[in-house]
């Protein structure tokens, strides 16, 4: 589970219109250039870097150097825990129905005789 | 196959609350399934450059993935090539990384090499996210995402439904690429 403190980074780090056009241009286009992506921004090179460095301390964005140029890469990883910290019932709701077809495909098998979908439906 | 085929890489970043020879050892570890990966184990005389391995069900019936390590270079760096038996496509390249950082180890995982627009790259892209995730909860707390324990538990339950063209007798260790 993500921790209070890096959460909170993530938080701050999407609380920016600027901010998140950078994640989804770095999204877009894994790879990117630190001045490709600058260039998409009407503010100073100095104002697109420090939105950058708040990006990157929040885990949003990994950058590596390779030779000259800081290539950029957007992490998910961030972003799916918090998403996963909400949204276990639906994958509760999707293993449900998951189950169920288990079970049509079972009766049509002739592995079971019931099945348990459509005596759901008839209910 | 040129460079364009390719997907650009993509990486997969967590930090986990564990020193780095731990997070090492669970990554590596040989005897049990691993629950962020799919309950499956690494199937492999040895986790050593040029080997093959295979990630194998816990009862030994169904091989998701095939492969060779890489490059090995303990506990900071892994890199193995990786194919989807269930899918056609060309095998791609996996890398974790592990570095020492604020008193825990940041954990990565890259995909490379991964056909743009397959269904593997589909596929790796959402199971490297599980994999990030899980793994990183596993080591901090024993147990993967309660998410991923309902998930895993469907596995177990579509198990029947699995693919013949993943059964293990039709992936030996020495078919590994």
Known sequence: MINNRDMDNVFQALAHRSRRRMLDIVKDQPGIGVGALASQFDVSRIAVMKHLAIIEAAGLVISEKQGRVRKLYFNVAPIQMIHDRWTTEYSAYWAGHLTRIKYVAESKQGVKEKDPLKKKESR | ?177
């Open chain 2, 1 to 177: 196959m040129n460079e364009k085929n390719y997907a650009e890489k993509q990486l997969y970043r967590v930090m986990i609350d564990a020193p780095i020879e731990r997070v090492w050892s669970e990554l590596v570890n040989t005897e049990f399934p691993r629950p962020f990966f799919w309950n499956s184990r690494w199937d492999t005389p040895e986790i050593a450059t040029g080997n093959p391995y295979r990630m194998i069900s816990n009862n030994d019936k169904t091989v998701a993935v095939i492969g060779r390590i890489l490059e090995m270079d303990p506990p900071h760096r892994l890199v193995h090539s990786f194919r989807l038996t269930a899918l056609p496509d060309p095998p791609s390249t996996v890398t974790y990384l592990l570095k020492e950082k604020d008193g825990g180890t940041e954990f990565t995982l890259i995909t490379e090499h991964v056909l743009a627009g397959s269904k593997s790259e589909k596929s790796m892209d959402q199971g490297s996210k599980f994999i990030v995730e899980n793994f990183k909860a596993f080591v901090e707390t024993g147990k993967v995402t309660f998410g991923a324990r309902i998930t895993l538990a469907m596995y177990s339950l579509m198990a029947p439904l699995t693919p013949k063209s993943m059964s293990a007798d039709k992936w030996p260790l020495d078919k590994s690429e």
